[in-house]
């Protein structure tokens, strides 16, 4: 059975990082050119991980799905990014961005990698200013910061609401200079199928061009992982329409263990379902609970007008319940305390399915062009999707799947246990735990891709010969080049009668009911028969028109649609093996209250899951999670 | 509502294209545009046809993957929308749309509604970009930039690299993607060292791509889903007309050593 090893740094916490640095082995800078990296997937983990090695020398090739780089959904982030630089003085250290991080993920990550994290979060701000990153600034010309959730300090930098885009941008620039000077090779229209393992290691991959239907293999030295989160096994969610979890899945099936699947992020502030059409949620950034107010009727089924109900018939809920946080308790606290205001029948809007963001207070206190400079593209948004302006008549909310904690399992190297294949960002599991806080999905993608993984991967391949391999030779990589011809020819032949969306919307359905914001024994034991049905139903009965041989939307989606199923049901044994309450999984069963019930004296370890062959259910492999640092407590925000 | 749809269908870069005809009945107001049309390759499907191609990924906005000339406007009515944001509110019962690809030599078709926009990346390729390594980068707080420096070249960073300008373009231009780099990069303090270089090399690309050239009509900012102003092409030639007269290649001897 396959071993764990986290390979966390002896020593003191704020010592581990820069001693683990020196004890590295290095590559000598006339090496690094002989060692090909491949990187898969170019958001800001990949994008910023790809510029970085190539500038130190390794020869890398990256590959993407999108016709361009800059398409990739870490565009789409936002309210900002994390950085413990405490210019506003208030307090903040790397001391305190860490403690938030741990409690924050309600005591489920990795100490010393969280620790990490926050060491390099003000090397980021440093990197992203000096590329040209237009950061929002005061007057004097000094950096702005805004405050977000699960935090009491003001360490939130910004770019309007479009953070997100921006750090990309300066990522993809990095990038497509180190094109221009040959040191990158880019691969668009390319989607990794398969990965190769050969001789115990991760030595490529194997890519369909999603333009001509060619299937090709690409060996390397190592191969990086950047491939984003899995929240589109639900069908609805913040997430990008192609975002999904095939490359991870593919890696999953090849020996890499999955963790901790079933920690899903709901975010507390999306625009509502407004019908069965609906493709994908908005999110309304979180940033703006800074300055709006979350209430609902205090009388159940109150249809009257918001502007019709008096203070006095209001519930502020979240400033009720959570005085020192107010409306910026972290997400997961506030997603539970909308659905609860909800489940009680005082939800507003469509379906009861709603709550009020409201910004009268603020509009009132700092005025309208106050609010406009710091939110206006969101309020565009808000009114071009609802038809209602938010100036006006208050927003309506209601959470949705935004981010996946879980993901491939790496070690303190950010190396997954299949050695040679690294995983960063979003896509790895490590530092969040069972909640994600805000502002720090940008932060950990541009740590690891910019300053984690270019010297860890160093270690690695200093212990490794750079040799080449015939891809078109080795029984590795022509095997895995057969395997994704046939899974294509599968799909193709199976000439059913539903459509691959028709399946998707099920297993979303399935898994929003079963294993979304509150989970119970009897549900998940019900979506582990359901699930398996479906994926059988799906194999026999799919319709995927066209051909193989050129661009076939379908036949793309119905691979990602396939791995998306057999992902659901291992969230859902991973969510009903975890008999207590953390962070993003809340079983009803283990609760005070309405808050979560953690057991630590069971679950204080990381699930992670390994294959064990098609129809098998997975092996569970235990990481313990071991406090030395941060004292382990019930988390409190009141 | 029920509407009549004339889509481009082409299967490939080099066979011939023709607008088809679909109606499609049962359309809610509450939809976005592609919402619509995945209702519509929803029903292809059923019927045993191919569904239409097109590109399309956030529905938020901001990927800037989504391009449909909608009844001849880029990105269709909406003002300051992609479209993904475009809803079909902006449509009444019976309406007939018109809906085809982006169209420029420079952005060769691939298929349906999908064009090649790879010659945006080239164009950054060329110079769209600050020359820093990873690492070494001092305080952020060490560079003082105004609130309104760095409000303005905000302004021009928000581009998605849609294409809706060259679309809209009488003559193809791409001077609106082009001048909002340089502008956002000019205006900084950290994009100063290589201001001339890249605004010659930008200039240069954006016409071996193929793009036509600015005749200033304007119709670029009016398309444009983040409402980039064509200030940024006033920029771009001043820039590249300084450049043009004062930019000396480096030395191949200097920095020897």
Known sequence: MTELNSRIPAGPIEKKWDQHRFDMKLVNP???????????????????????????????????????????????????????????????????????????????????????????????????????????????????????????????FYARGQTGQQLLIGAYQALERQIALGKVKMHTHSEMLELVVADGRARGIVVRNLLTGAVTAHAADAVVLATGGYGNVFFLSTNAMYSNVTASWRAHKKGAAFANPCYTQIHPTCIP????????????????????????????????????????????????????????????????????????????????????????????????????????????????????????????????????????????????????????????????????????????????????????????????????????????FTDAVRAVKQQGETLLGIKGKRTVDSFHKELGKIMWDKCGMARTREGLEEALQRIPALREEFWRNVNVPGSGASLNQSLEKAGRVADFIELGELMCRDALHREESCGGHFRVEYQDDGEAQRNDDDFAYVAAWEWAGNGQAQRLLKEPLVYENVKMATRSYK | MRLTLHVWRQSGPSTPGKLETYPIDGVDADMS??????????????????????????????????????????????????????????????????????????????????????????????????????????????????KEVVDESMDAAACIGCGACVAACPNASASLFTGAKITHLGLLPQGQPERDRRALAMVEQMDLEGFGHCTLTGECQEACPKEISIDVIKRMNRDYAVAAARYVEPKETAGAG
């Open chain 1, 30 to 156: 006339a090496n690094k050119r002989k060692y090909d990296v491949i990187v898969v997937g170019a958001g800001l983990a990949g994008a910023s991980a790809a510029a970085t090695m190539a500038e130190l020398g390794y020869n890398v090739s990256c590959f993407v799905f999108h016709d361009s780089p800059r398409r990739a959904h870490s565009i789409a982030a936002q309210g900002g990014i994390n950085a413990a630089k405490n210019y506003q003085n208030d307090g903040d250290s790397v001391y305190r961005l860490f403690y938030d991080t741990v409690k924050g993920g309600d005591f489920r990550a990795r100490e010393a990698n969280v620790y990490r994290l926050a060491q390099v979060s003000v090397n980021i701000i440093d990197q992203c200013v000096a590329q040209g990153v237009p950061f929002a600034r005061e007057y004097g010309g000094l950096l702005a910061n805004r405050s977000f959730g699960g935090a009491q300090v003001s360490r939130t």
């Open chain 1, 273 to 476: 379902v407004s019908g069965e059409h609906q493709s994908k949620l908005t999110l309304m950034s979180e940033s703006l609970r800074n300055d709006g107010r979350v209430w609902v009727p205090k009388k159940q089924g109150d249809t009257r007008p918001p502007s019709q109900i008096p203070e006095s018939e209001r519930d502020y809920y979240l400033e009720r319940k959570y005085p020192s946080f107010g409306n910026l308790a972290p997400r997961d606290i506030a997603s539970r305390a909308a659905k609860e205001a909800c489940d009680d029948g005082r939800g507003v809007g469509p379906g009861g399915l709603g709550v009020y963001l409201d910004f009268a207070d603020s509009i009132k206190r700092l005025g309208k062009k106050t609010i406009s400079e710091r939110y206006g593209n969101l309020f565009d948004m808000y009114q071009r999707i609802t038809d209602e302006n938010p100036y006006e008549v208050p927003m309506r909310i209601y959470p949705a799947v935004h981010y996946t904690m879980g993901g491939l399992w790496v070690d303190y190297n950010l190396m997954s246990n299949v050695p040679g294949l690294h995983v960063i960002g979003e896509a790895n599991f490590s530092d969040h735990g069972a909640n994600r806080l805000g502002a720090s999905a940008l932060m950990q993608g541009l740590a690891d891709g910019y300053f984690v993984l270019p010297y860890t991967i160093g270690n690695y391949l200093a212990g490794v010969k750079p040799e080449k391999v015939d891809v078109n030779t080795h029984p590795a």
């Open chain 2, 33 to 146: 545009f592609l919402e619509m049309f995945d209702m519509l390759n929803e029903q292809l499907t059923l019927e045993g046809k191919e569904p239409v191609a097109f590109a399309h990924d956030c529905r938020e906005g901001i990927c800037g993957s989504c391009n449909m000339m909608i009844s001849g406007q880029a990105h269709g009515p909406w003002k300051g929308a992609t479209t993904c944001q475009l809803h079909m509110r902006a449509f009444k019962d019976g309406d007939e749309i018109w809906v085809e690809p982006w169209r420029a030599k420079a952005f060769p078709m691939v298929k349906d509604l999908v064009v090649d926009r790879s010659a945006f990346d080239r164009i950054i390729q060329a110079g769209g970009y600050i020359s820093v390594n990873t690492g070494g980068a001092r305080d952020a707080n060490e560079i003082l930039i105004g």
